[in-house]
């Protein structure tokens, strides 16, 4: 009987909403319509760099444009990467990455522990002066942070890693963002987990390690992808901080490179796609994190 | 204060000690620091000089530069933050008619916002380029004049802001979140009750979409402030030798702040600019947030 009932209903609803109607197909076929032109023009600049990078020089200044060459022109990835050190540009920006995700994963779940586990007096209040801290423009720290930096003598310096202290070492703060976003998801764990390991005799500290960051995983993943990406396109601070060329990152040396090649576009985009290409595989293989860590940004603000 | 209070007041503390630590150090220290830097000449060899509230004065009624840089971004942000808004909010509207391929049509739009931003402005200073660039051909197809995107003043800025729009990906998940929460059954109520498709999303999804759409506006123009890395790169590409690009035009606040410091060595200046930026910034979001109460919606649905 009720499958009756509800095939009826929705027999009922879907003439209401008028999904048989003429102007129901119409209106189907102007949002397939748009979203099929929209979509190719967003997709076109990245088919466009891709089809430069196989392209021989001759093939560049063409009108019409060509978009597959014939043949394709592998060698201009290998030249490229001649003129473009890629090898120590990659290992420098891993190296920078690396610690900060594991900087920034274990300090900003430490902290947001302390924000959301233990309830001690004026911790409400402290979190907002943290989150107050995200409005702050970066250039209002930057000039006091260089002088700062050089003090120390980690501006310049010619031994290899020191040099990356700036880029690195804030990582063992915890930024807020990091915290906010762990904080958020260690509220939504169940209390009692943590009361009856409390009663078993744990301490705080074990609590966090072996309870907490288990479960926040999706959470502790956000960040350490949000924060890979961060470092991976960061171009302001290895600018000010990073003056020997053999410190260089990906997205520093790309813009040195161009500034020398500024005409060889189809050694340039090759480039550009070497850079470009495992941020997009590694889109491919988080997708999941990469959508739910950016919704996830808005929905609370 | 009880024992017990004390104890989770001390192991509070440490657990948030990190943050502390990088509060002082990262943030107050150098908020203190470049707030009285503000007020000296600077040059980082010899010790600052106070010189009381020239660096303002030179900024606002002085340095024409300065003047052009405020008028760029103002303007940059003017026309990006909403433009952004509209087509983020259209694009979202779309992928949320329950389409077939909503997988591959989201992850289009999504791609070019994970582009490292050199890596897509070395790509947009190609497709821009005026004599063999790639829009110029197409608008050369259809039988329109080229234009100088990077070359002529007038165009740098919409090209920006162009190339923004290419990325908003981030913005049109956080539409895509917000549209999913709403309630189909608001729609079907509509619907029986006859609206159109067009007042099913002028009645009920906009206004239920206000949250996402104030949170990317407030966020989309404290980085429409801080503009910096495009302009950097764009500017040194245009050919002209300075770095603010064709005229200036792309003479951004960051990007003249970032010259004053680093290139002209005047610290104390740039220590100015950078707290005229912080308040002019604040000032915006407490207007958008006083206006808040009466165009954003706060949920009260089930």
Partial sequence: MSDVRSAVI????????????????????????????FSAIFAIPLLWMVSTSLKPRSLLFVFPPV????????????????FFPLVPYLANTLYIAGFNVVGHVLSASLVAYGFSRIDWPGRDKVFILVLSTMMLPGVVTMIPLYLFWRRVHMVGSSAPLHGFGPLMLPALFGGAFNIFLIRQFFMSIPEELCDAARIDGCSELRIYARIML????????????????????????????????????????????QGQYSTQWNLLMAASTVVTFPIIVLFFFTQKTFIQGVALTGIKG | ???????????????????????????????????????????????????????????????????????N???????????????????????????????????????????????STILWIWILSTNFGLLNAALNAVGLPKVGWLVDPNWTKPSLILMGLWGFGGAMVIYLAGLQDIPE????????????SLQRIVRITLPLLTPQIFFNLITGLIGAFQVFTTAFILGGASG??????????????????????????????????????????????????????TWVFYGGVQ
């Fill in chain 1, 10 to 37: 929705s027999r009922l609803r879907s003439r209401l909403l008028g999904k048989h109607a003429p102007s129901y197909f119409l209106e189907r076929g102007v949002i397939y319509a748009l979203l099929i032109v």
């Fill in chain 2, 1 to 71: 204060m009880s024992r017990t209070v004390r104890r989770r007041l001390i192991t509070g503390l440490l657990f948030i000690s990190p943050w502390i630590v990088g509060f002082l150090g990262f943030t107050v220290y150098p908020m203190l620091a470049s707030f009285y830097y503000s007020f000296t000449t600077y040059d980082v060899v010899r010790s600052p000089i106070w010189s009381g509230l020239e660096n303002y004065t030179d900024l606002f009624f002085k340095d024409a530069l300065a003047i052009k840089a405020i008028y």
């Fill in chain 1, 67 to 82: 978009w597959i060459p014939q043949p394709m022109l592998w060698r201009n990835y290998y030249d490229a990467l001649t």
């Fill in chain 2, 240 to 293: 002209t030798a300075a770095v603010g690009g064709p005229a200036n035009s792309l003479l951004f606040y960051s990007l003249y702040l970032y010259l004053n410091a680093f290139n002209f060595f005047k610290m104390g200046y740039a220590s100015a600019m950078a707290w005229v930026l912080f308040l002019l910034t604040m000032l915006t979001t407490m207007i958008v947030l006083r206006t808040a109460r």
């Fill in chain 2, 73 to 119: 971004t103002v303007f940059y942000a003017a026309i990006a933050v909403p433009l952004g808004i509209v087509v983020a909010v259209g694009i979202s509207l779309l992928l949320n008619a329950k389409i077939k391929g909503l997988a591959l049509f989201r992850t289009i739009f999504f791609l070019p916002s994970i582009v490292p931003v050199v890596a």
């Fill in chain 2, 185 to 196: 059954v608001l729609y079907e109520a509509a619907s029986i009750d006859g609206a159109s």
């Fill in chain 1, 214 to 257: 288990p479960l926040a995983r999706p959470a502790l993943a956000t960040v350490a992808l949000f924060t890979f990406l961060g470092s991976w396109n960061d171009f302001m601070g290895p600018l000010i901080y990073l003056t020997s060329r053999d410190q260089y990152t990906l997205s520093l040396g790309l813009r040195q490179f």
